[in-house]
């Protein structure tokens, strides 16, 4: 036998066996070791506002049956959209100047898989149709009409979201205060967000919102941008935002809250430094509340406002609450 033909039959051989050892098939691949569990001590959520304590219950519902993270996120935040009591999210959510609710939602898994829909109407679970974006689709973010078509055709209902007490409200502001746009503050906030991270150390976020009460029509604010409203990377923490969306866009507060986690500073100091980023944007401070939340990958929390006022609901295995945040400035 030749050299040249030994060295193209040992090729070959050498080829099969590579070929052969990459077999699904194979034992050796189903007995991949995988990382051990967390456990169910590690597990929490946390959620903006004093609406996240019910969202938050159903979360950690999922997590302690070893659920991830990605369908706490989603199933807890349906508990407030569906909420008809809650003005600022999905059903009841305070409509636009012409009198139409419009809603904003995004999500976001460990996997940097997100999610996102925009001045989206007639459905009543936004953060499932961001899902479904995610998941279904090559796009991150679907808008307006184009939003509410593939919302129906992945069997979403249709259904008006303008119940009597928001349209009675929404009546009395054109009456009354035509133009004049609600402040953002600690009475009239808006979103909820929330982080969550389950037994495998996996975290996840989204938010949902209608926005701004009596906005202008087609106005979308900071829920539905990857970086502004939410972030998250997995080997690091992840950041949620609530307040005037248009503060949060301009310094892309979550995406740097992150940064600064990536960079060292504990989930407390990078939301303290976003909001002193916007203080130092912006000339006019009034009334222009914004808040932060934060996670690390060790589960360690942070939050930090603007304006005193903001509180964020915390929930792990054994215990809820609601946790005032620490903030800059008196009303």
Same mark, same amino acid.
């Given at each position: 036998?030749?050299?040249?033909?030994?060295?193209?039959?040992?090729?070959?051989?050498?080829?099969?066996?590579?070929?052969?050892?990459?077999?699904?098939?194979?034992?050796?691949?189903?007995?991949?070791?995988?990382?051990?569990?967390?456990?169910?001590?590690k597990i929490k959520v946390i959620s903006t506002w004093n609406s996240g304590i019910e969202a938050n219950k159903t979360a950690i519902e999922?997590?302690?049956?070893?659920?991830?993270?990605?369908?706490?996120?989603?199933?807890?935040?349906?508990?407030?959209?569906?909420?008809?009591?809650?003005?600022?999210?999905?059903?009841?959510?305070?409509?636009?100047?012409?009198?139409?609710?419009?809603?904003?939602?995004?999500?976001?898994?460990?996997?940097?898989?997100?999610?996102?829909?925009?001045?989206?109407?007639?459905?009543?679970?936004?953060?499932?149709?961001?899902?479904?974006?995610?998941?279904?689709?090559?796009?991150?973010?679907? #808008?307006?009409?184009?939003?509410?078509?593939?919302?129906?055709?992945k069997n979403f209902k249709h259904k008006n979201l303008l119940t009597e007490s928001s349209r009675i409200k929404w009546e009395e502001w054109?009456?009354?205060?035509?133009?004049?746009?609600?402040?953002?503050?600690?009475?009239?906030?808006?979103?909820?967000?929330?982080?969550?991270?389950?037994?495998?150390?996996?975290?996840?976020?989204?938010?949902?919102? #209608?926005?701004?009460?009596?906005?202008?029509?087609?106005?979308?604010?900071?829920?539905?941008?990857?970086?502004?409203?939410?972030?998250?990377?997995?080997?690091?923490?992840?950041?949620?935002?609530?307040?005037?969306?248009?503060?949060?866009?301009?310094?892309?507060?979550?995406?740097?809250?992150?940064?600064?986690?990536?960079?060292?500073s504990s989930p407390q100091e990078a939301c303290k430094i976003a909001v002193q980023r916007i203080k130092n944007s912006n000339k006019d401070?009034?009334?222009?509340?914004?808040?932060?939340?934060?996670?690390?990958?060790?589960?360690?929390?942070?939050?930090?406002?603007?304006?005193?006022?903001?509180?964020?609901?915390?929930?792990?295995?054994?215990? #809820?609450?609601?946790?005032?945040?620490?903030?800059?400035?008196?009303?």
């Amino acid at each position: 036998m030749k050299r040249r033909d030994f060295v193209k039959i040992g090729t070959l051989g050498t080829t099969a066996l590579i070929i052969d050892g990459c077999n699904p098939n194979e034992t050796s691949l189903k007995n991949e070791i995988l990382p051990p569990p967390l456990g169910i001590d590690k597990i929490k959520v946390i959620s903006t506002w004093n609406s996240g304590i019910e969202a938050n219950k159903t979360a950690i519902e999922i997590l302690k049956n070893n659920g991830p993270a990605i369908d706490a996120i989603e199933k807890g935040l349906n508990v407030t959209e569906s909420d008809s009591e809650n003005t600022s999210v999905g059903l009841g959510g305070l409509p636009d100047a012409n009198g139409n609710v419009t809603l904003d939602a995004c999500i976001m898994d460990h996997n940097f898989n997100c999610g996102s829909v925009s001045y989206i109407s007639n459905i009543e679970n936004p953060i499932s149709v961001a899902r479904k974006v995610m998941e279904d689709t090559p796009h991150v973010m679907l #808008s307006g009409k184009g939003a509410y078509d593939f919302a129906i055709s992945k069997n979403f209902k249709h259904k008006n979201l303008l119940t009597e007490s928001s349209r009675i409200k929404w009546e009395e502001w054109k009456k009354e205060n035509k133009n004049v746009l609600p402040a953002i503050n600690h009475e009239n906030h808006d979103t909820i967000a929330m982080i969550a991270i389950d037994q495998l150390g996996n975290l996840s976020t989204g938010c949902t919102t #209608s926005g701004w009460a009596y906005k202008l029509a087609g106005r979308v604010g900071d829920s539905p941008i990857i970086g502004s409203g939410v972030y998250l990377d997995n080997d690091v923490g992840a950041a949620c935002a609530t307040g005037m969306g248009e503060a949060i866009i301009k310094i892309c507060g979550s995406h740097a809250i992150v940064e600064l986690m990536r960079n060292g500073s504990s989930p407390q100091e990078a939301c303290k430094i976003a909001v002193q980023r916007i203080k130092n944007s912006n000339k006019d401070l009034k009334d222009l509340q914004v808040g932060f939340i934060a996670m690390n990958k060790n589960g360690e929390i942070g939050s930090y406002s603007l304006y005193s006022g903001f509180n964020y609901a915390y929930q792990d295995a054994q215990e #809820s609450k609601l946790i005032d945040s620490k903030y800059d400035l008196d009303w």
